[in-house]
């Protein structure tokens, strides 16, 4: 047992840090990355039209996409008919109308199915070119908290236990460092371990409001699944008991409908509902300035009847919640509010937690402020995990051999912090150059960046220590400067068409892998000057070690990262 409560935290901090750091970093990257699913979606969907200048007016819109959806044949036996309207909020623009169709028989969930349409026509554009099939920003978004090529229960729990370690390891770092805010104000370049601890400190402290929060936030998304007996306890086990409990949390939810009432089909409950514009109208008088994301449509169904609900675009708070309004399409009234827990102070508290977790309500300076912080928290860790080596090293060059569990993870190290960045550019890159009508080649995308990350890790395990941290950190670079050529190479969405036709939101990816590469050539570039340095100096370095030292420890000490 340590000495003393601050030793005690310190050890805590070191080794909570190191044992789960290889999948924090996975899962610090990959949720910032995630966190721009939308942009990232839209730049490898280059088939997509790009933004345009002005918005048509609602009522235009919500017009045509309606009379669409009552003369589409396919849509009549629909439960249930949605419109997304046009908006350049993210650059996501899609106007377009959705539709779920029953459930067959052996079927939970019937098939969901979508259109895109023109706006100025409302219908199927004359030559649309259908977008390729990807895994986008979404497959990132949920690596980091489903991993990939494991069952989702079991990787929500291992990102749970990891995110746990975290936490424990962002409280001990607290208290371990007493001068904390001292600490944020020094850092002392050049000094080797000193620097590193210098960086690990500064950039702990930057954001740590953010890291508790994002930590924290974390935990509490998958709270069921980490405690799985609370609600059965209760409730009872089985899926009836589990959508009693969910109606009684979510009362204004179909939740509890019964089964043995069947909908009208749409097509035909659309023919009793009342004209949509005054219902368009009546939400325009109430929400004033704030704009119509979606709208969906539900037929009558035993008690309930027909409505629409109108979803809004923006946020009025933190919280995780859609401001939402319901009409009863039988006589266009508004509907009463159903009874909610969402003014409750459980309630309330997990919707803000979740909504500062996810950011959708942030404006565009602060999701910046999002992205910054994500990779300035990926930066904590790897300074982290890098700073255990480099302080334990000068032992392992006295000792006739590096110790087996120290090579690992200098391997590991090299294979994470500097693999993964390369895996995810070769995602993007896979993007461009797998064949548009290739089977599963979303599929493919994915494995080329979990390949390229196994790669990393074997290449690490063949070459010298300083080497591979130079090569792949340089890979990595090249791999996100070139990307903005290859998309002009390979697409009409490259950066110079984006900025001419002012679609700024995808215009910030290419730009967004310039910095990145940048950021990447500075680090290699910064492994190529200690090396250099310590290739200029053999004598001093062969002083100060000792005689007997072996040729392998000689080595070990010229490869700092």
């Known amino acids: 047992m340590k000495e003393g409560f601050r030793q005690c935290m310190a050890w805590l901090h070191t080794w909570t840090g190191l044992v789960v750091g290889w999948v924090l970093f996975f899962v610090f990257l990959t949720g910032t990355a995630g966190y721009v699913q939308i942009e990232l979606t839209r730049w490898m969907q280059p088939e997509r039209a790009m933004q345009v200048a002005t918005v048509p007016a609602e009522t235009d819109q919500l017009g045509k996409a309606y009379a669409y959806l009552k003369q589409l044949p396919e849509a009549q036996q629909a439960e249930r008919w949605g419109i997304s309207l046009l908006s350049n909020a993210r650059g996501w623009d899609e106007f377009s109308v959705n539709w779920s169709l029953p459930a067959q028989e052996g079927q939970r969930y019937g098939e969901y199915r979508t259109q895109v349409l023109d706006v100025n026509s409302g219908q199927p554009p004359a030559q649309q070119l259908k977008p390729r099939e990807t895994g986008g920003g979404d497959a990132l978004y949920r690596m980091h908290y489903a991993l990939h090529y494991l069952p ?3 990787a929500i729990r291992i990102v749970g236990i990891c995110t746990m370690f975290m936490f424990v390891a962002i409280i001990s770092g607290i208290i371990t460092h007493k ?9 002392r370049p050049a000094k080797g371990q000193r620097s590193w601890l210098d960086a690990h400190n500064v950039i702990s402290v930057i954001a740590l409001p953010f890291y508790l929060m994002i930590t924290y936030s974390g935990l509490i998304f998958f709270a069921n699944a980490y405690m799985p ?18 109606a009684e949390l979510y009362p204004g939810a179909r939740f509890g409908t019964d089964a043995s009432t069947a909908a009208q089909p749409m097509g035909q409950s659309a023919q009793h509902f009342v004209p949509i514009q005054p219902v368009l109208q009546q939400v325009q ?6 704009r119509i994301g979606s709208v969906n449509f539900y037929p009558a169904k035993g008690d309930a009847p027909a409505k629409a609900e109108f979803y809004q675009i923006s946020h009025d708070s933190i919280a995780r919640q859609r401001t939402s309004l319901s009409f009863d399409l039988s006589n266009g009234k508004k509907m009463t509010d159903n009874p909610s827990n969402q003014d409750k102070a459980p309630m309330q508290f997990a919707l803000a937690v979740l909504g500062l977790h996810e950011g959708s309500f942030a404006s565009p300076l602060i999701r910046i402020l999002y992205v910054i912080t994500g990779l300035l928290g990926t930066a ?24 087996f569990g120290h090579a690992l993870v200098e391997r590991l190290n090299i294979a994470m912090i500097a693999g993964l960045p390369l895996a995810i550019a070769v995602y993007f890159w896979a993007n461009r150059l797998i064949p548009v009508h290739l089977a599963d080649r979303a599929a493919w995308e994915i494995h080329s960046l979990y390949i390229t990350l196994a790669l990393s890790f074997l290449y690490a395990l063949c070459r010298p220590i300083a080497r591979a941290w130079l090569e792949i950190l340089s890979a990595a670079s090249l791999a996100y400067l070139l990307l903005p050529l290859l998309n002009a190479l390979t697409t009409e969405r490259h950066l110079a068409a984006s900025l001419a036709h002012q679609d700024y939101v995808l215009a910030s990816i290419d730009l967004g892998f310039l910095f990145l590469g940048a950021v990447l050539a ?9 090396r250099e340095a310590i290739l200029k100096k053999p004598a001093a370095k062969a002083k100060r070690l000792p005689k007997q030292a072996p040729a392998a420890a000689v080595q070990a000490s010229e490869e700092l990262p």
């Open 522 to 530: 500075w680090a290699a570039y910064k492994v190529w000057l200690k």
């Open 152 to 154: 989702y229960d079991w």
């Open 285 to 290: 008088r109430e929400w004033g300035a704030h």
């Open 179 to 187: 001068k904390i805010f001292k600490d944020f104000f020094t850092f």
């Open 229 to 246: 007996f609370g609600v059965p306890m209760v409730y009872g086990f089985g899926e009836k008991n589990s959508e009693r409990y969910y």
């Open 380 to 403: 904590m860790i790897a300074t982290g995990l890098v700073l255990w080596t480099v302080k334990r090293r000068p032992k392992q060059l006295k000792a006739e051999r590096m110790s």
